[in-house]
């Protein structure tokens, strides 16, 4: 007897799995806002250098705005204000004659900086100056933050697959909410830089453990609906983002107010049932007996609850070894387990970073930003619609590779459209951002079914752990664009195209029982999936039932 069996019998999409999908939306709804904070909070508004300390005849309230910058700043090529630097002694003689200045005696900013607080009442820039040679700390920032991601996918994926899902979502959501609201009270950058981290590391728990979570509740027929389900909390985030950030310009409440469903979360969380899969592969019949009895009375199936004894629940899963402790080194001890992680490593990676090669880089195209942040937002939501029908049509393995293939042409295309045609270029980069998503979408819900429920917050937490450092990458390779203007796009079209060609290989788990241990992937030939009955016979079984 399959777990899917027993689920099918209970009802494997009701009232149950709508309350875990409900609580989780909840909590997935803040990631996207914390992992594209930093388009706000790291922003740089238009500067120029403190120029009050040239005013020692104190002249200067006799002239204009506009006149004290003349005299004052040097002039770029485009005619506005250098950022960095000032003139040495005040330049009086430009009001009547604007000869050329590049001769004049110029000097780096000796008192600081003016900021235009049009756009943001406080960024991280404007509040520690991280502006000129200190520029590149924003990016870091953004970094940091990954980083932490990407060490936090490892601890939460082994923990829950050895403490159980629902006590390590909590712990995500707990810590996660103290170390964001405590970064805004911080008072140096380093304080902020820590802090970031840690808040990366802990919410982080929240992503891999409540996709797991829902997929594990949920019937085969209703697997890929979950997928866009959460998914859609992604794109409602990251679109929402754009609207938060909007009405809320310093970057200390901003923060704070991205974090705060996660109270909401925790509130919640006690209704979050425990993973019945977990429970029984761990020997934990009575509680998985609790869960599942709970789930069959919610989803209106009571008679069903005759079938729940101990001894049916028993038979579902032939373990590997009584009680075994599983961890990450089992990901690589056996060869198609050790390739099933390198190509779902690979396209974690490789997909985390032109996701966000495109997200963080909403100020490349001309668009106002919140704009542009909306609009890559909303993208998100008809890609991630589309791919309900295409997993089911044409399979997981296909919507993945196309996905990945049409988001590298895109990237392809825009590095032929001239810089000037900004239009057509964010046209085409919305597209791209579009097709990226889907991808991402897609891979999650193909990874949490390729691997056993043995392994799967493991295999979960390591592809997260690769995803995220493409993720931490992916602000670094904007940066090669001080270097060639058009490098970071071939860098990310190159990467696109590799992951497409890396998810061929993947195995179709369309309509298939997810594996439940290392066997059920070692001893099944070609395919890396075992194929024990078809989404047909399923749903033939159940309407035998009825």
Aim: aromatic letters at 12%.
């Amino acid at each position: 007897m399959k777990f899917e069996d027993l689920l099918t019998e209970i009802n494997g999409f009701g009232r149950f799995q709508m309350m875990i999908i409900c609580i989780n939306f909840i909590g997935r709804f803040t990631i996207p806002c914390h992992f594209l904070l930093s388009n706000f909070i790291a922003a740089i508004p238009s500067h120029h250098c403190d120029i009050s300390p040239l005013d020692t005849a104190g002249i200067f309230w006799n002239l204009s705005q506009e006149q004290r910058l003349t005299v004052s700043i040097p002039a770029q090529e485009d005619e506005t204000p250098a950022s960095c630097l000032m003139f040495s002694q005040p330049q009086f003689h430009l009001l009547t004659n604007s000869t050329n200045t590049k001769e004049l005696p110029v000097v780096q900013c000796q008192n600081g900086w003016e900021y235009d607080n049009s756009t943001f009442i406080s960024t991280l820039a404007t509040q520690w100056d991280l502006v000129c040679d200190s520029r590149g700390l924003n990016k870091v920032v953004a970094t940091i933050f990954f980083v932490g991601v990407m060490f936090g996918a490892v601890f939460f994926g082994g923990l829950s697959d050895r403490f159980g899902r629902k006590p390590m979502l909590l712990v995500s959501y707990v810590s996660g909410m103290v170390f964001a609201v405590a970064s805004s009270f911080s008072s140096s950058f380093i304080m902020f830089a820590v802090l970031r981290f840690f808040t990366g590391f802990t919410i982080t728990g929240i992503i891999i453990v409540s996709t797991v979570l829902s997929v594990e509740w949920v019937d085969i027929q209703h697997r890929r609906l979950v997928c866009v389900i959460d998914s859609l909390a992604w794109a409602c985030g990251s679109t929402s983002l754009s609207l938060i950030a909007f009405s809320v310009r310093d970057w200390r409440w901003l923060t704070v107010a991205v974090t705060s469903p996660l109270l909401l979360s925790t509130i919640l969380w006690w209704w979050v049932p425990e993973s019945a899969r977990w429970l029984i592969a761990n020997g934990k019949m009575e509680k998985a007996h609790y869960y599942l009895h709970k789930c069959a009375v919610m989803n209106c199936r009571e008679e069903a609850t005759s079938s729940l004894t101990n001894e049916n629940l028993s038979s579902i899963i032939v373990s590997d070894g009584e009680k075994k402790k599983y961890s990450y080194l089992d990901l690589v001890r056996t060869p198609k387990m050790r390739r099933l992680a390198l190509l779902t490593g690979t396209i974690w990676f490789c997909v985390a970073t032109i996701t966000y090669g495109i997200s963080l880089n909403i100020t490349g195209f001309g668009l106002n930003l919140y704009l542009t942040q909306f609009v890559y937002g909303a993208i998100e939501i008809p890609a991630k619609l589309s791919i309900y029908y295409l997993l089911d049509k044409i399979g997981r393995c296909k919507t993945e590779a196309g996905a990945l293939l049409l988001a590298g042409i895109s990237l392809m295309i825009n590095i032929f459209l001239p810089r000037d045609q900004w239009v057509g270029r964010t046209v085409v980069a919305i597209l791209g951002k579009g097709l990226s998503s889907a991808a991402f979408a897609t891979i999650i819900l193909y990874s949490s079914e390729l691997y056993p429920t043995v392994l799967r917050q493991n295999g979960m937490g390591f592809n997260s752990f690769l995803g995220r450092l493409g993720v931490a990458v992916a602000p670094l390779i904007l940066l090669l664009d001080s270097t060639w203007g058009y490098l970071s796009q071939v860098t990310l079209c190159s990467v696109a195209l590799l992951a497409a060609l890396v998810a061929y290989q993947l195995p179709e788990t369309r309509g298939r029982y997810l594996p439940e241990t290392i066997e059920d992937i070692e001893c099944t030939g070609k395919n890396v999936i075992k194929h024990l009955e078809t989404l047909e016979e399923a749903e033939r079984m159940t309407t035998n039932r009825k």
